[in-house]
């Protein structure tokens, strides 16, 4: 159902419903009501969404399991993006560059074998 659809997008992506309701520029209020299926998105209000989320309406309408992201998301991916997005500059400078470090670490261990 799309208000599900449209809820479970919402929280994987860290997004609350004031954010995306600036995106669509309506209400909180008014959005929320989308997600609990007391209201219907309009087309406009849908492309806006497939596009920020990068999905297609196939699968915003249950027509398609396929959410087109290009790779399996973990749920404690989203408490992290959560906490990083509270971050001052200096911290997501540091939390970029452990992520580097790491990700520099593994390519050298999986060339090397």
């Keep these: 159902m799309l208000y599900q659809r449209i809820k479970e997008l919402r929280i994987l992506s860290g997004k609350t419903q004031q954010e995306i309701s600036n995106l669509l520029s309506i209400t909180r209020s008014a959005y929320a009501l989308y997600e609990t299926n007391k209201r219907q998105l309009g087309y406009d209000a849908l492309l806006v969404l497939a596009n ?24 404690d991916e989203d408490e992290i993006i959560k906490k990083y997005r509270e971050l001052d500059d200096r911290g997501q400078e540091n939390i970029r560059n452990i992520v580097n470090m790491e990700y520099n670490r593994i390519m050298r261990i999986r060339k090397n074998g």
């Design 52 to 75: 920020y989320y990068n999905v297609s309406l196939d699968y915003l309408f249950d027509r398609s399991p396929m959410m087109q992201l290009p790779q399996t998301y973990f749920v």
